[in-house]
């Protein structure tokens, strides 16, 4: 089994729906919680970071993290073409001296319909 | 503020041979982790310097190795390519925050290894 789960996909949505994207995860040390948009042939940018449990809201952008479930959520209001991409859900614990790495899931694959 | 840059972008070697991809990050950040990228396994962590030092590493042979300089700039070399070595390779930056704190990391565009 897999430290994060992450539905792959994909999802096609009307322009203008709410999305909910989800994860899972296993590992109850995790602390930190990121969402991050990939464009095609793009690195990865950074969304949200979220630091234990809470909401945090940013713009048309809403990251959910409950740690007592194991589940982390991010809304997508208002959706636009342009949002359309694959988004990972990420996650880390720190390690000795601050080290990090951090555990991905798979990627939804999100396009979003004019 | 530049971003995190990777050389080259695209990359064809065959079986066998060895490849040497390069990361600057952005200024000011001391931390470089590596990750691959591939349809099957998704992101997955290679190794993270600091300091010029290894401080964590993930789950790949010892044939995935790096460095990082004074200046930060990171490098990491594959030797001994295997056809399942084909993959995006992510370089991500932090800063690196005192304390023990997490830290945002940034990712550079990638370079997308082919190996035939």
């Known amino acids: 089994q897999k430290e994060v789960e992450q539905d792959p996909g994909p999802l096609s949505v009307p322009e203008g729906a709410i999305v909910s994207l989800n994860c899972t995860y296993s590992?109850?040390?995790?602390?930190?919680f990121m969402w991050y948009r990939q464009y095609s042939r793009k690195g990865p940018e950074l969304l949200m970071y979220?630091?234990?449990?809470g909401n945090k809201e940013d713009g048309r952008f809403t990251a959910q993290v409950d740690k007592s479930s194991k589940y982390i959520s991010l809304f997508i209001r208002d959706s636009q073409p342009s949002d359309s991409a694959t988004y990972l859900c990420?996650?880390?614990?720190?390690?000795?001296?601050?080290?990090?790495?951090?555990?991905f899931g798979q990627g939804t694959r999100l396009t979003i319909n004019p | 503020k530049a971003g995190v840059t990777q050389t080259p972008r695209y990359l064809i070697k065959t079986r066998g041979q060895q490849v040497t991809l390069s990361c600057s990050p952005i200024?000011?950040?001391?931390?470089v982790s590596w990750y691959q990228q591939t349809p099957g396994q998704g992101l997955q962590f290679l190794f993270e310097?600091?300091?010029?030092?290894?401080?964590n590493k993930g789950n790949f042979p010892g044939r995935f190795s790096g460095r990082q300089f004074s200046n930060s700039r990171s490098e990491m070399n594959v030797s001994t390519l295997e056809l399942g070595d084909s993959a995006l390779y992510l370089c991500?930056?932090?800063?690196?925050?005192?304390?023990?704190?997490?830290?945002?990391?940034?990712f550079g565009p990638g370079t997308r290894l082919t190996v035939l």
């Open positions: 991500a930056s932090s800063r690196n925050l005192a304390g023990g704190r997490g830290d945002t990391q940034y």
């Open positions: 990420a996650m880390s614990a720190i390690g000795i001296q601050g080290a990090q790495k951090l555990v």
């Open positions: 979220t630091y234990s449990s």
């Open positions: 200024s000011g950040h001391r931390s």
């Open positions: 590992n109850s040390a995790f602390q930190y």
């Open positions: 310097y600091f300091s010029e030092t290894q401080r």
